[in-house]
């Protein structure tokens, strides 16, 4: 056998259609489109999501939820038990400084909750930008101190005028 004898297998190939090449071709003149409409024009073809006038899917379906203008702010969200367990007593407990304990994802950074899940025997310095009331209770009754941090802000989104807001 040599390679020129090779032959795709009988049946598995199909010699493709060739439009527009006359009357006596069977798909000449309108190329197999039919007469007007919008499939045969040129870029034709109804929309993605497009029933034929009846009412689509995403519009019979029962809409959920609500995500205000900007989008939603996720928190990274530590316990102070965590907290307890990974710094020792007197040191500063700050975004990076959790980043590098490997209790928070670098990305979260931006935007730090403490909550008050478990106990704390040593006093902390806490800076976050959020901190929920027992968290609060437990560190300060520790001898620690909090820090708020200034609120974290969204990026800057244009409006439809072209002013840019924050």
């Known amino acids: 056998m040599r390679l020129e004898d090779l032959r795709p297998a009988k049946g598995s190939t199909k010699k493709r259609k060739r439009r527009g090449r006359g009357p006596s071709s069977g798909s000449g003149k309108t190329s197999g489109r039919g007469h007007k409409g919008l499939r045969a024009r040129s870029g034709g073809g109804a929309r993605p999501g497009f029933e034929g006038g009846q009412m689509p ?4 379906l029962p809409k959920r939820g609500f995500l205000p203008y900007g989008g939603k702010l996720e928190f990274a969200v530590v316990n102070v038990k965590d ?14 400084g959790l980043v590098e304990a490997g209790l928070i994802k670098k990305s979260g950074r931006g ?8 106990a704390v025997a040593h006093a902390l310095t806490v800076k976050a930008h959020r901190i929920s009331e027992s968290a609060r209770q437990k560190l300060e009754a520790a001898g620690g101190r909090i820090e708020v941090l200034p609120a974290f802000k969204r990026e800057a989104t244009t409006t439809t005028r072209g002013a840019v807001s924050t």
């Open 57 to 60: 899917l995403y519009r019979r």
């Open 111 to 118: 935007a730090v909750k403490v909550l008050g899940d478990g």
């Open 83 to 96: 907290l307890a367990a990974r710094f020792t007593a007197g040191s500063v407990v700050d975004p990076d």
